[in-house]
């Protein structure tokens, strides 16, 4: 610990220096790594003060970060990072008869417009991370999105900006005035001594934010000190709130998207639309396309695009939807290209998560090939995109380089991602020349390397190529006025770094790389490159969804999922974090991961979080000692087998408090978790003594897979999927001899345990697989186990392949049966909690399918994992976590549910949840709900609806039943 660090913690012991939050602030949606000394997430202003006072006293350097999805680097640094998204997010003020909002640094855009639209407003500038960018970074890198074609870029809609400057005096900045009348002085003299380049090299075209935005300082622009300062990147002073004005919401809009033969057509057509009024004219290429239809479960919206090998989104406004539809009809018929019009809202969503997600799609080519960015805003006049391209194209062709295109056509502002080989000296000198070259191409089309986004790591070292040297004074001049000592952002605009410098994907990332256990295909298996999916976009750190429920729950970058990308990668690098594999900083980021699979859904990179930490917990207990909850649940399998010997003792232990809680602590659980209690008998005992119905086999012969939980812990499910596969004439048949996909080992990280069992329960399948059968999954997690995850822990089984071709749910089944159907209609309201395995694989779809046949309306939590996560609510130090979780959204839900609604949930883990949380709920599996809705059962669902009873057979009270 060094002065700098001991005297911050004295007076902001808040401040964090640990080795896991350093790494994972070590990098934002860049290509470039500096891990800081010290973060602090400011409080309130006067926090941020002092220890701002403490880093200049210290001579440190500043970074002032919000959502961390700058793609320049610009939010990144070896001294001090101030987060201010964790607190200083507040909408101080909304106006909205002045159409005005005033914010703090920390307010997420998305925020800001739902707060907004409240009143028929929005915030002009939009960027395609509005769900988790903030206010203080958009004015920080000059943000602008697809709207601003017509609504303006951040420092058009800039009013005021409030400012801590590096020696603590407290600004605020406006149009005539920065606040302070020395300042004020040498603004004017700065200005005046450069009159000419700032009119003749800077606002020459809408998108040109490379440098300092000067020339909102001239006479005719209203000496905007404010708007100057939009872009300055943090270089000037910390942004401590601003004043903004919003935009009126058009009464309705349509989506037109036209199909060009490629992206010179398109570019073409760009600037017209734009002076057409269209308020979007947004491009991508068929590259970003192809990358997409190579994704498992690739978005529907490309279903929609109409023919072509580039496309152009055009938003198109009128005072209704019929007239904005007309509007973009006529519009699509004067182009005279293949088009599509829609005002759909479904639709239209699916069409746009293309654009938006084209950042994290574009970071994997189609044939698996990673791309990253570098040469990503770069910007010319509208009118010369099309030729910029083409040379562009050449360029890449010339260094063998391709990439992926998108873009805001109509302003000449593209987005791209290139295949370079970072990964090696010779790959980084390719990338060096390569940006020379494009930083001199841009500049003989008349633009500039950042049309948006700030110039950051990235760019800064191309002024020198865009810029004459006059003015290239003027911007340090301009940097010395509020900060003389150079302590903010350093290395930024003004004595810039190489642009080749400390990048994240360079040589030596990957020292501590070993061979692992799982095939990591995708990755070529590789642990780095796995990590290396990360491209920082943050889609985790969105305000609302499934991804990262931990994050959501504390809002703490490290608990993130590109937070733990990041100390991966910092592990695997081997300079910061100590002890490799053996590290309790990596091991203790990890450890509120829930292994939910949501990034692997959510992530445009299909980021796989709960496999590396599998791969982590192995390495990092291998020949050790774990800890006892491993054992009691990695091993839940075969305890709950040998408790099923004898249930009734089981439960009789259990059901006193106090022995219960002696035993859980000997477990090493949570003590404030109930102990589930057994059934008297198991599922496949109650199996084999039944009597199949008399019509099973008509519609062929399925295969139940017994897991643990449906088998010894909550047969429920089971038995009624097996007598509602009757009734649709299927014969039911067990695998043989005792199961086991494995999950319960892999989620603790003991993966050879779980190769050996996983191996030994597919053996049993053969025979089935072999004469074509179905495999019919009750529980979520272990049915999506053996549909994907099986298939990396035993790449080279044949059996295993087809397995994954053969396994299905019951909703599938039931919603695709095309014989006999013989449910009536049950006419409930419901409450469905996805399990989240199911929804990182595919989907709920099949059971919404079957709600409507029965005619269940069903309010489905859209918020992500229950909470329990399988292992993880009962592990120790996980409790008010995993209750957080829940309160997100179900617990809420259920709350508000009338008595008579039905509660679903097919993940054991998840009707655990709620039965322990909302006890006077008992969640039901969908095959209980289907068998409700079988004739004969429709007089007992009359007199009693089941969805509203509480479990009569739970010895314990915890609402698990031991029926």
Sequence with gaps: MNDFTRHLLSRLPAARTDVGTRTAYSSDASIYRAVPTAVFEPHDADEAATAVAIAVEHEVGVTCRGGGTSIAGNSIGAGLILDFSRHMNRIVSLDAEAATASVQPGVVLGTLRDRAAEHGLTVGPDPSTYSRCTLGGMLGNHACGPHSVQWGTTADITERVDLLLSDGRRLSASSGTSGDAQIDKQLRQLRDRHLAPLRTELGRFGRQVSGYGLNALLPENGFHVARSLVGSEGTCGVLLGAQIRLTPIPPARALLVLGFPDVYTAADCAPTLAKAGALTVEGLDDALVDALRSRPGHSPGIELLPRGAAWLYCEIEGPDESAAVANAQQLAQETGVPSFVTADAVQTAAIWSIRRNGAGIATRMADGRQAWPGWEDSAVPPERLSGYLRDLHALMAEHKRSGTITGHFGEGCLHVRIDWELGTEKGVSGYRDFITAAGDLVVAHGGCASGEHGDGRARSELLARTYSPELLGAFGAFKEIWDPKGLLNPGILVDPVPFDADIRPGPGRDRQELPLIQRFGADQGSLTNAVHRCTGVGTCRNATGPMCPSYQVTRDEVHSTRGRARVLSEMLRGDTVPDGWRSTE???????????????????????????????????????????????????????????????????????????????????????????????????????????????????????????????????????????????????????????????????????????????????????????????????????????????????????????????????????????????????????????????????RPETEVFERLGVSADVVSSGCCGMAGNFGYEPGHWEVSQAAAERELYPKLRAAEPDTAVLADGFSCRTQISQGEGSRRPEHLAELLLRALPENHRAQNQSPRGAQPCQNSQSGNGTCAS
Aim: charged fraction near 25%.
């Design 586 to 844: 990596v091991r203790d980021a990890l450890d509120l991961c829930f292994s939910c699979k949501a990034c692997k859904s959510e992530c445009s990179v299909n980021v796989d979080m709960a496999a590396y930490k599998a791969e982590f917990l192995h390495r990092h207990y291998r020949n050790r000692l774990r800890p006892r909850a491993h054992y009691t649940l990695g091993w839940l399998p075969l305890l709950a087998r040998m408790a099923s010997v004898a249930p009734q003792i089981a439960n009789r232990l259990t059901a006193k408090e106090a022995l219960a809680k002696r035993m859980s602590a000997l477990a090493g659980l949570e003590p404030r978790r109930p102990l589930v209690d057994l059934p008297h008998r198991t599922f496949r005992q109650w199996f084999n003594s039944r009597t199949p119905a008399a019509e099973a086999g008509e519609s062929g012969t399925v295969v139940l897979w017994p897991d643990t939980f449906s088998n010894f812990l909550d047969p429920r499910g089971a038995r009624a999927a097996t007598q509602v596969l009757e009734a649709l004439g299927y014969e039911v048949v067990l695998p043989g001899g005792p199961v086991c996909c494995g999950l319960t080992w892999h989620s603790t990280g003991q993966l050879k345990t779980a190769r050996a069992v996983l191996s030994r329960s597919v053996r049993s399948l053969e025979k089935h697989l072999d004469a074509g059968r179905t495999v019919i999954g009750l529980e979520p997690s272990c049915t999506q186990t053996l549909r994907e995850d099986a298939a990396e822990l035993l790449p080279d089984s044949p059996a295993v392949r087809k397995l994954s071709g053969q396994v299905r749910t019951l909703a599938e089944l039931v919603a695709d049966h095309q014989g006999r159907w013989p449910f009536g209609r049950l006419e409930q309201d419901a409450v469905m909690q996805p399990h989240c395995h199911q929804e990182a694989g595919h989907g709920h």
